[in-house]
């Protein structure tokens, strides 16, 4: 049986028709951007991370480029961010105009470690990005310790639980997207920053609308970034099943453990005291390329997300020099996200380990 490699659609089957009722207050309403339900939205969202502030913008990308504008990255500073991630959480940093330094990351977590960032710190460094990349947990508390803001790039961490915190809660400013197939999925873009700062909080607010707080006059150059009411409106009548969804990916991940997937696969090392809700379950091979090819002749769903990290992508090698990552370059050789969502079955995980096995049929 051939087992998807996610499926946003399944856990949505059930709340149908609360998503066409949301989606009709809208339109009934005639509100469609930065509305009643953006407005609920920000403050449930706030509450479910943990964070005082929520506010919505376009998507997860631009998150993160608001965000360190609002922390005031600009022309002339660093900003250290893993090359091991999606393509986003670098390109973000050279749209706010400053300059992304590339760290490595353990290939057993995926996640930056402190001794990572410390080595990439220059005179310049004006706050570092870290990414819980597949919903584990980067170390926040250790990395503000080196005396840096961190942004937390929680784009695949909405649901994940860690010791400090949610991801978005923990250092001064985080950001999400809502991109459909991320762990909490609008039906187009979106994304929000989070923060506890009260004062950041009210930069961000006024930097997502062109630098303006009243639409007559303007204060800074900002951004047209923001969330329409019809993916707010979803997002609510998704908002409180998260959690649930959450348990389901990570309880999924013990599932591949116990039915042996080690034996063929590095299974994903969770941050010590995290609850990882997996965006992707994401295995190491040496032979990942004919592993790939292996379970997708048995219809198993999988594929390779960062084979090319990002600091080798042409557009980001004027940013990253000679520097050399070797835990980077052995994620990125050796990674294999195979299936997982909030639907997924045990047996379904049986079936994808078997797949693994030499001789599977
Ligand atoms: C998806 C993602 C983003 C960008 O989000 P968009 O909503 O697609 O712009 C940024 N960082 C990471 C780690 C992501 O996975």
Redesign the pocket.
Known sequence: MAVPLFDPSTPLQPLRDELHAAVARVLDGGAFVLGPEVAAFEEEFARAVGARHAIGVA????A?TVALRGLGVGPGDDVVVPSF??Y??AEAIVNAGARPVFCDVDPRTYVATADHVRAALTPATKAVVL?H?FGNVAPVREVEALGLPVLE?A??AAGTTGPDGAPGAIGTVGTF???PS?NLGAFG?G?AITTSDDELAETIRVLRFHGSRDKVGYERVGFNSRLDEVQAAVLRVQLPHLPAWAAHRAQAGRWYAEAGLDAHAALPDPTPGATPAWHLFVVRAPDSDRMAQRLAEAGIGCRPYYRVPVHRQPPMREFAGGVELPGTEEAARAHLAIPISAAITREQVGEVVAAFAPHAG
């Open positions: 998507n997860g990308t631009e993160i991630t999606f986003a959480s990414v990349l790039d784009a695949q997207s809502f991109y991320k873009d994304g």
